[in-house]
C-alpha cells in the first residue's frame, strides 16, 4: 500500500504569495496530521494477528510530500483481494500442519474474495482534518503576506 500526499502546485502557488512560506508553515501542521491519518489506516488494518496493522508507517520524501507505506507482503492481497489457488509441497513430498489428520499431496487455499480496501476508508475519515489543515496553512500565510 502507498498512499502519497504531494502537494507540488500548492507549493508553487504559495511560495508566489508567501516567499517561501510554505515549508515553515505547512510543514509543522502536515507533520500532525501525518500521524493521525496513519492512527486511522492503522485502525482500520483487519486484525487477524495484528502484523499489517503494525507494519503501517509514513515517511516524509521531501518538503512537501509525505507516504504511507505498510510494510507486509500481504497487504496487496488484502487491500485488492486475490485469487484461491491450488498449493503444492515444494521441500517434502506431502504438506502437513497441526490438525490435519495425515499429510496431503495439495491443498486448494480459496483466497481472499472479499477485497478490503480499508486505506481508502481511512483516507475519507481523514478528509476534515486535512481540510482543517489547509484552512490553517491559509490563515498562517495570510497573516504573514495580508493578501
Not at 504531494?6 to 500532525?32: H, R, V, Y
Not at 510494510?71 to 503444492?88: D, F, L, M, Q, S
Not at 500442519?97 to 495439495?106: D, F, K
Amino acid at each position: 500500500m502507498q498512499i502519497t500526499f504531494e502537494f507540488p502546485n500548492l507549493g508553487q502557488a504559495i511560495a508566489a504569495f508567501s516567499k517561501d512560506l510554505t515549508p515553515a508553515i505547512a510543514g509543522p501542521l502536515m507533520n500532525q496530521y501525518i500521524p493521525r491519518l496513519v492512527d486511522r489506516v492503522k485502525g482500520r488494518a483487519p486484525k487477524k494477528s495484528g502484523k499489517l496493522a503494525d507494519s503501517i508507517y509514513s515517511e516524509q520524501l521531501g518538503t512537501m510530500e509525505w507516504t504511507v507505506y505498510e510494510g507486509v507482503p500481504y497487504g496487496k492481497w488484502v487491500r485488492e483481494g486475490c485469487a484461491g489457488r491450488t498449493i503444492y509441497p515444494v521441500n517434502k513430498k506431502a504438506l502437513w500442519w497441526q490438525g490435519l489428520e495425515h499429510p496431503v499431496a495439495s491443498a486448494k487455499w480459496p483466497g481472499i474474495i472479499n477485497a478490503n480496501p480499508y486505506q481508502l476508508a481511512a483516507v475519507d475519515e481523514s478528509m476534515t482534518d486535512l481540510q482543517d489543515v489547509f484552512n490553517e496553512i491559509y490563515i498562517g500565510i495570510s497573516e504573514v503576506v495580508r493578501f
